[in-house]
């Protein structure tokens, strides 16, 4: 049993490899952030095809565009301005105003006025910019601040200067200072009206929850991101949709008054820059492949996305992002890298894997959409990769294989068989290739021999290059007669050919047996028709003529290859062969016309219903102990119709 499976664990030793060797080499890449920008593009594009969920009826935005500042005339607006429309907002009681705009210096007139706005709406959160390593930090408003009504809105960008991450709470590892995010700020009012208060995770005491929903905090290596700065607390930012999404109204609008009266009752109401020209624009997932087709997404949206992911989470039920751990994600990309292997393993024609691949690749990434639609960011580029260099690699290698072994395997048999056998042998190779040659088969099977009569005398009369043409011009007609006739053409001696038919049958039944010894018989009788032929075409040409002798023999024999590493053939051995030898070279002046065919005892009961024949005696044949029943096959008087 051990060897087997030994055998069976060798003979699959280049899946064994290659699989952790291309999912290795994936990972490594990955590990390396070579695969990132890719992976990013792979989740932009699952978002882009997620269908657009519709505004989170909870928030709106008041959105100051072009048109605004051309009717205030300048920008900045002045604090009145600023302090009227808070007024008119507040009037329609709001859960919670958030104030996406930079306000660290008074803007007259209109200051105090503004103060006072800012000293009696306790639910008004105004914003600062931390900055970091490359951002300059903006003071809150100083009214908002000395209330702790302040709150971040510094937004996270990767490489690509996408926007993929939201800060829950930005912090300051060198000062300890924590302060929640505006996003993350406003929701927690709006949620603390309904009587759900923040506390820390059982699963967790880390991370946020909310209700029921659990906010796990963003890793370095989370999902395709690698060694990412995950400074303070962080999450994946799950988009409802494009740019626009939000409800959004102008500012000039609800200065007007030209809004419901109940449009901000119980609602989040964002106030924050939405004209291109202010630059308070940032590219998402839904900006399109690398910003090549920009749609850029507004600050204060951005800001009500993560606000709407809180609470969809916490009333709705609404997924977040979730990734698998590393080791997780490490077993995904060495799965389907098996896969890869296996399929060109199995699937040897180059045409067929790559059509397996294709398939295979279109249903990951298809599976991993449905993750995604579900919630789960799960790796698709690099499994996919491992995929495709696993399978090119096995199917490039079980090619070479393949034709390496139908060279050793045709080296053995493709000079004497015909293709439909041959095909049958390359079936069967694992046989013939173990341990690089046929191991010997015991069997029954029917030996032919054939012999030129009066060659001799035919070589002393024709010089040597005309005979070695004449020569050839009959073994290849005879041969040709083996192999159609589904025999095996053994060997060629001298003015000789050894043929042997059944060695190759899948079923070794009775009935096989004697249709293999039927076959033989009639290339024999075929082979008198043939040389009749030539011996009409020779004499017009002035060549000799000759006539032939047939052997059959019918027995037990044992197949297999015979040689060392210089030279390996593939031969029958066996007492029918030393039979058909005998029956070919016995007793020369025995007439039988231009093909003499004598068969075996054996041969004769498996053939005589189907050919005329005659008993030329009971004879002890040369080499043999025993008698040896020889039976003629007439030609001339063959039945008419076999």
Known sequence: MWSKLSSKIWKWRAVWVTAPSAAGIVIALRLLGWLQPFEWMALDQFFL????????????????????????????????????????????????????????FPIEPGHQELVRVFETTPNLIGIEKKGGAKDIPIAPPPALAEQGQVASNDILQDTDNKIRRG????????????????????????????????????????????????????????????????GGYQILLNFRGPAGTMETISMTDVLQGKIPLNLFRDRIVFIGPTAESLKDFFLTPYSGISGIVPQPMSGVEIQANLTSQILSAVLDGRQGIQVWPDPIEAGWIVLWAIIGTTLGWWVRSPRRAIAGMV??????????????LAGWWVPVVPPALALAGSAIVLTGYAAYQEREDRRTVMS???????????????RDR??????????GRKMTATVLFTDIKDFSGITERTDPETLMDWLNEYMAAMSQLVLDYGGIVDKFIGDSIMAVFG???????????????????????????????LNLKWQSQGLPTTSMRVGISTGMVVTGTLGGQQRLDYTTIGDSVNV???????DKSLSGGICRILISEETYALVQDKFLTKLIGNVRLRGRERPTKIYQVLIETLRQGD
Not at 359 to 372: K, T
Not at 412 to 426: C, K, Q
Not at 580 to 586: D, I, K, V
């Open 49 to 104: 095809r997620r269908p657009a969920e519709s505004a989170d009826p909870r928030i709106v935005i008041i959105g100051i565009n072009e048109q605004d500042i051309k009717n205030l005339g300048r920008w900045p607006m002045t604090d009145a301005e600023l302090a009227q429309l808070l007024k008119q907002v507040k009037e329609q009681n709001p859960r919670a105003i958030g104030l996406d705009l930079y306000r660290d």
């Open 167 to 230: 800060f829950f709470y930005w912090t300051n590892p060198d000062t300890e200072e924590i302060l929640e995010s505006l996003g993350l700020r406003l929701a927690l009012i709006y949620l603390e009206a309904v009587g759900i208060p923040p506390k820390p995770a059982a699963v967790n005491p880390n991370y946020l929850q909310l209700g029921e929903a659990v906010f796990p905090i963003f890793e370095a290596n989370d999902g395709s991101y690698v060694r990412a700065d995950a």
């Open 359 to 372: 398939c295979l690749e279109g249903g990951l990434v298809i599976g991993c959409y449905v993750a995604f």
């Open 412 to 426: 053995l048999f493709g000079r004497h068989v015909n293709p439909e056998i041959a095909e049958a042998i390359w």
């Open 430 to 439: 694992d046989q013939i290739l173990k341990e690089g040659r046929l191991p």
């Open 503 to 533: 060695v190759l049958l899948s079923e070794h039944t009775p009935e096989a047996i004697a249709e293999e010894a039927q076959k033989a018989v009639r290339c024999a009788v075929e082979m008198a028709s043939t040389l009749y032929a």
């Open 580 to 586: 058909a030898a005998r029956l070919e070279s016995y």
